[in-house]
């Protein structure tokens, strides 16, 4: 029969699907709210723009109207995203909150309701926690700010510069905005909004984090976190050397899990951050039954379209006789091929040193690049060296400054 541990580690893994649906979701629909206003923008340029283009205006006046229309467009962003800013606070103390009770439900079925059952914690907790809780050294608050100023130099340099190229207005509009063609991706906006769907992802995890930890505090049997990475290759540098590694929180913390530095670390370590901390109970350490593996350095975006590729490669001159279903079929034909040779498990006690150990050079190469796997294969470095104390890869002037006789030993 699974333990206490093992069935609170399960249900944790399955709630991370979850999670990143959560985030996925959360960052679209702010992206849409961003994107609702550009109608409002474009109608307001190509007005002003339409008139500020008048021949036999004076220079004076030129220069006054192309100040107004910069100000005006500027001043409708600004309320944008001062809503923005209010709906991403309110949104994130409620999923806080959502996952503090979530939290509690997994560890009470796991650990069983007869010997433990958490307090609710108060719901004037969650504002304040993610409000001020600051991740990649800003507030969600400021990030979303950053991004706003990012915005407003975007938008009024490329107002400046069309006009100074000579410009028609639909033109400054098609590089603002983007084209139709391209689904409005091609426009300097587009930056933006890659930014901003990064900030409420990551937010997303900071809040989610927040109201595990918080419910956690409260168990009385949770003797410490651990920090817990994805299995692939697309697992960062810094997550790569914090996996496996915990922090105590109180003296019964398992004396063989080596200790997280810095010990106030907790996901998200970067934007896109896919990690958590895992609770151990007070009886038994880390006790996963598995940990699912994946040998690939591909997105999931990038994997889709080369599946697809994949399968109309095979069917070659038949492919566009083929219905959407049977495309379809063919093309999960190759994605069950491609699990069935990438997607595995692992012992529980794996950490990703020992995973990525394990694997071919074809993959270490892809994940360290040519000079860092050198240093990893005959250098003598782990994995944990190639990023400094805050978690922050090393580039490979730093790391020959601090490890020289790697550098020598590795004939770099």
Known sequence: MATAAQRLSDALIRHQIDIERLKKGTATKFVKLLRSADAGMVAELRSRLDSYGETGAAAARKVKSLERLIDAVVQSRRTLWTGIRADAQKELKEIAQMESAVAQDLFEEAVGLEEFELPVLAAALFLPATRDSVWLGRTTAAHLKYLEIQERTIIERSIRQGVFEGLKGDEIIAQIRGTRGFGMTDGELQQTRNGLAAVMATAVLNAATIGQRLTWAESGVITGLVWTAVLDGRTSAICRSRDGHGVPLTDNFPKDIPRLSPSNARPPA???????????????????????????????????????????????????????????????????????????????????????????????????????????????????????????????????????????????
């Not at 975006?301 to 994949?310: G, L, P, W, Y």
């Not at 993959?363 to 690049?369: D, E, I, N, P, T």
């Open 270 to 412: 970067h934007y896109n951050c896919r990690s958590y901390m895992e609770p151990t109970l007070r009886d038994v350490g880390i006790v996963k039954p598995h940990r699912m593996t994946v040998t690939d350095t591909r997105t999931e975006k990038a994997r889709v379209r080369d599946f697809r590729a994949e399968a109309k490669k095979r069917a070659g001159a038949g492919w566009s006789g083929l219905t959407e279903r049977q495309r379809r079929r063919r093309i999960r034909t190759v994605a069950n091929e491609w699990a069935a040779a990438n997607i595995g498990t692992v012992a529980p006690s794996t950490t990703y040193a020992d995973f990525f150990s394990r694997q071919s050079r074809t993959f270490q190469r892809s994940v360290l690049g040519p000079s860092r796997l050198k240093l990893y294969e005959e250098g003598g470095l782990s994995l944990e060296k190639f990023v400094d104390f805050a978690g922050k890869p090393l580039n490979l002037e730093q790391l020959k400054t601090r490890y020289p006789k790697a550098f020598v030993r590795a004939g770099l």
